[in-house]
């Protein structure tokens, strides 16, 4: 019997879009409510992504949440104070994504930030992908990990693992707080984080002799 040739047929199928995590958000939130998103950070169940190009449709989407890095968020904030955006829409809050190996919002920054827009910011901390491993909570009382995520300090540096990222060296001192929180959350907490001033590295390596 002859034998049928068999032909071979390349597929490619279409890259499969990541799931959309349930970020808990620090505020209360119906599935409805409108959040644009200036920076690559977590997929929020419901959000709106505006990359600088596109912030002059702002105006038009009238989000009531914010959430990117604290540079576009000031450069955005920048855009309202001179006029060239009204963003009044905003009324529930701003979410600062702090990107691991970044240093932490600062106070003039939370201040200018809250301030400027009129609504409470909270800090996210992210993963090198962009994945949520701590979130600041309400009450304020440091930042929640999330579940899954377990921290332990080598040379007082904050070392967090999470699945799929193991041994992250954040670049901050922490302490862990394990006490239930104000908020109403049993889950571990990272309180007085601060970014670990290292030594700068020496410009040139010292002549051999
Ligand atoms: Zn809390």
Redesign the pocket.
């Known amino acids: 019997m002859a034998s049928v040739p068999t032909v071979k047929v390349k597929i490619h199928l279409p890259p499969q879009p990541a799931a959309a995590v349930s970020v808990k958000l620090p505020f209360p939130a119906s599935p409805e409510l409108r959040l644009a998103q200036l920076s690559p950070g977590p997929r929020f169940d419901s959000v709106a992504s505006f990359t600088p190009e596109r912030w002059f449709e702002l105006e038009a989407y009238r989000p009531r949440a914010l959430a990117g890095e604290t540079a576009d968020l000031e450069r955005l904030l920048e855009q309202v104070q001179f006029g060239m955006l009204e963003l009044s829409s905003v009324d529930r809050a701003v979410l600062v994504l702090t990107r691991y190996r970044s240093r932490p919002m600062s106070d003039v920054s939370r201040v200018a930030l809250w301030q400027g827009f009129g609504v409470p910011t909270f800090e996210l901390y992210l993963g090198p992908d962009n994945s949520l491993l701590a979130a600041e ?3 304020r ?2 930042w ?1 990990l999330e579940p899954g995520v377990e921290c332990w300090s080598h040379d007082d540096e904050l070392i967090l693992d999470s699945p799929g990222n193991y041994g992250l060296r954040t670049g901050l001192t922490a302490t862990v707080e394990g006490t239930a ?5 049993t889950t571990p ?1 990272l309180v007085n984080i601060e970014a670990i001033e290292r030594p700068a590295l020496p410009r040139r390596l010292a002549a051999s002799a």
């Open positions: 909570c309400e009450a009382e440091g929640h929180c104000p908020c109403g959350r907490r």
